[in-house]
């Protein structure tokens, strides 16, 4: 090959590369300023597919290294989480920093609070991200990764619809939630939301169909009025499954009251959380705890039993169904309760605004 060839070939590759990434010529492509290295995550961020795992060097000076590094790597976490990474890891050698199977999201949500997490949480259970990444301003992340930090699981499991799940944390304030599983309400309304339905199985479109039906059937009406209709409606056409009649899967779930008209308590939350929202409701799971039968197993010391809440003018509000449910009747003991006014057979430890019981 011609040399002139070669030459143009080394041209075209060198104005290829981002900004000052992967390039130790001296002076023009090494990051001088923090301006500099911004753009330069900027370029591999923009080169790049978000939420893959991507690796890449970046060339600075030494007094830039200095500065990154100062104060527990502030300037370089700054820097990193305006650019959008989420997970990071990298090392340095003379003057270049080796990112390797670092993560860009710019929907990651950015939040100041417990309200705020548990907020973002719950959208991105709407969205079934398979792994949620929430960035905490600096005290939150302190204060979550700190004394609290074997609560985060309890809060994504009590409010936000998520079975269970891995929390973890990195070197950047971020904190990292991956859903074992969502329950099938948030996968219905998802498929609503987006128009695909195409993840769904037949038993599920079964019940979406359904459940748009019901759903159908309620009168628009004040928040309370809407509530007591949905209450009405599943204590009218679904029984506590108390003879293990069906497998786990529906027992535990909308699906089976929608196709059964059988389920157990986190079935009948599902239902309502389900026809709710279908219905314009600000609805909520709450897991908690209430006495058992002697003898009986929990399967957590502290949640062996489902609920909702609903948001009513501007207060949270309790919606039993499960014990609302009579053999034979419907009854109103555990409907539209404030906190305040739960009777004391029902515990639970986080509320759906953040804040402790």
């Not at 527990?72 to 340095?92: C, K």
């Not at 308590?265 to 959380?273: K, L, N, R």
Request: aromatic residues 10%; charged residues 20%; proline residues 3%.
């Amino acid at each position: 090959m011609k040399r002139w060839v070669v030459g143009l070939l080394i041209l075209a590759l060198t104005l290829a590369m981002p900004f000052c990434v992967q390039a130790e010529a001296a002076g023009e492509n090494v990051c001088a300023t923090a301006e500099e290295y911004l753009n330069a995550l900027l370029a591999v961020k923009a080169a790049n597919p978000q939420r893959s795992y991507i690796s890449f060097d970046i060339w600075v000076s030494d007094e830039l290294k200095e500065a990154l590094f100062a104060d527990d790597s502030a300037l370089m976490m700054q820097l990193e989480i305006q650019a959008g990474i989420v997970e990071t890891n990298y090392g340095t050698l003379s003057s270049k920093i080796a990112y390797k199977n670092c993560i860009f999201d710019d929907s990651a949500p950015h939040v100041q609070d417990l309200n705020g997490l548990v907020e973002a949480i719950n959208q991105s259970a709407r969205d079934l991200k398979d792994v949620i990444y929430i960035v905490c301003d600096q005290a939150l992340y302190d204060q979550i990764t700190g004394d609290m930090w074997s609560e985060v699981r309890w809060i994504a499991i009590e409010n936000c619809g998520i079975r269970d799940g891995r929390c973890s944390s990195s070197a950047l304030p971020v904190l990292t939630i991956r859903p074992s599983s969502y329950y099938p309400s948030y996968r219905l309304l998802h498929a609503l939301e987006t128009g695909d339905s195409s993840a769904l199985s037949d038993a599920e479109l079964q019940a979406l169909k359904t459940a748009q039906a019901w759903a159908s059937e309620i009168v628009p009406g004040s928040t309370e009025d809407v509530m007591r209709q949905i209450h009405d409606l599943i204590c009218e056409r679904v029984d506590y499954d108390n003879g293990e009649t069906l497998d786990k899967d529906l027992r535990h779930s909308c699906l089976g009251a929608l196709l059964e008209g059988l389920c157990v308590c986190d079935g009948y939350a599902d239902t309502f959380y389900l026809l709710g929202t279908l219905c314009g409701l600000d609805v909520r799971f709450q897991i908690g705890l209430t006495p058992t039968a002697e003898g009986e197993e929990v399967d957590y010391w502290r949640s062996n039993h489902a609920w909702n809440w609903v948001k009513v003018d501007g207060e949270w509000r309790m919606v039993d169904i499960t014990w609302d449910d009579l053999d034979p009747g419907i009854d109103y003991t555990y409907f539209n309760l404030p906190a305040s006014a739960v009777p004391e057979d029902h515990t639970w430890v986080w509320n759906p605004d953040g804040s402790r019981n």
